[in-house]
């Protein structure tokens, strides 16, 4: 792996055990349940993230079935919440294999690192009808405006197919994002320089999918970690509890960001939010960490008593099988909401408010089509 030597103490030890084990283990289902484990307890790097992910797909994945990539897609997404990483699931299903209308692309977020399209003909297809073509070529032209690793690619595709000169304003912002793109290469290991650049080069709007791009190509640079706390600090923004639950969990030594990280907390629980997921999070840290013995009577105390109206039987079970092997029992008097029909759902601290019981196949088709659309128009994931 890539920055392999850059790899923190603490986290250095399990990170080797795991490369150990899973070579040592028997079948595919062993390797899965060692790399969820090792999920539970610390942040994930990408690169492990990248290995269980294609434990799931089939030994030629360029079909798989749509089972099989909604499987991968529910994991890309839990390895999205340790690390942003522009490859994750390449892999589409068969029978979904088909263009996406121009009309349908999502929104561009501006990453530095966009996710890679073998098949630009895909966003700009030059056998499309005339009206189409023209929109495709349109929406290529917010490509060319800002630094990415893809620029030229984007630049040849729209000379060959577009029938038309690139417009002057584009040409000149495309110019400025090459060169600017050389400058970011240069300083990529200088991370005070790249925040400036950063900021420099994108809006606000983007400053925090490029900390998280940027956190995902290079996890042990301290000073962007912290730069990135302290920009979601001065926005009064409640993330930045999960960005020191994802540092402490991978910077595992450092006893004074754990201090500031509860600080932090009881900074966001004075201002109102709801902070029982870091709490719990907290104490979870004692068990992995530092005293089982200790934090254990803790944790279950909070599992029983401070969140027992918070969490959702799912959640219970899942903490209760994790850290007490089954042992408590669940006593909530359910609290419900209403979604649209009136669906049951529970409102949960530490799940996504709003869920429903029964995830539904349309919700799936749903989430098949928006991870279509954002493929395949380069959208940031």
């Known amino acids: 792996m890539e920055y392999e030597n850059y790899i923190p103490p603490g986290y250095l030890e399990a990170y080797e055990k795991l490369l150990f084990v899973l070579q ?32 799931e ?3 030629e994945p360029e079909m798989i079935s749509k089972d099989v990539f909604e499987l991968c897609l529910k994991l890309k997404k839990k390895a999205m919440k340790h690390f942003y990483y522009h490859a994750y699931l390449f892999c589409l299903p068969g029978r979904l294999q088909e263009p ?25 297809d030059i056998k499309m009808k005339e009206a189409f073509r023209i929109l495709a070529c349109k929406n290529i032209e ?6 990415h690793s893809q620029l030229s690619r984007f630049y040849r595709h729209y000379q060959r197919n577009s029938g038309t000169p690139l417009p002057a304003e584009i040409q000149e912002k495309y110019e400025k994002a090459v060169k600017s793109y050389q400058k970011m290469i240069l300083i ?15 809006s606000e709007e983007y400053w925090i999918q490029n900390f998280e791009c940027k956190l995902g190509e290079h996890f042990f640079m301290t000073e962007i970690w ?16 999960d960005v020191y639950k994802r540092y402490c969990r ?16 009881k900074k966001y629980s004075s201002k109102g939010f709801n902070v029982l997921p870091w709490r719990l999070d907290q104490l979870e840290y004692e068990v992995d960490f530092i005293s089982g013995e200790i934090g254990l009577p803790a944790l279950k105390k909070f599992l029983k008593d401070d969140c027992s109206a918070s969490i ?14 089954g042992q408590l029992s669940y006593n909530k008097t359910s609290t419900f909401a209403f979604w649209k029909k009136k669906k049951e759902v529970v409102e949960c601290c530490l799940c996504e408010f709003g869920k429903p019981k029964d995830e539904n196949v349309e919700e799936n088709e749903t989430e098949v089509g928006k991870e279509l659309c954002f493929r395949k128009s380069l959208t940031a994931t």
């Open 250 to 265: 991978l910077f595992v030594n450092d006893a004074e960001m754990r201090l500031k990280y509860s600080e932090a907390i």
């Open 188 to 202: 990529a290991m200088k991370p005070d320089e790249w925040i400036e650049w950063m900021k420099e080069s994108f």
């Open 24 to 55: 040592m283990a028997p079948d595919r289902e062993t390797k899965k349940k060692l790399c969820d484990f090792f999920s539970q307890k610390y942040t994930m790097l990408s690169y492990l993230w990248e290995h269980r992910i294609k434990l």
């Open 312 to 325: 959702c039987r799912e959640c219970f079970e899942a903490k209760n099988q994790q850290f007490f092997k």
């Open 142 to 147: 917010q490509f060319l405006t800002f630094p």
């Open 226 to 241: 912290l730069s990135y706390i302290e920009y979601l600090d001065e926005q009064n923004n409640v993330d930045v509890l």
């Open 100 to 124: 996406c209308k121009p009309e349908k692309m999502q929104k561009l977020v501006q990453i530095y690192h966009l996710p890679y399209v073998e098949v630009l003909s895909k966003i700009c």
């Open 57 to 59: 797909l089939p030994p």
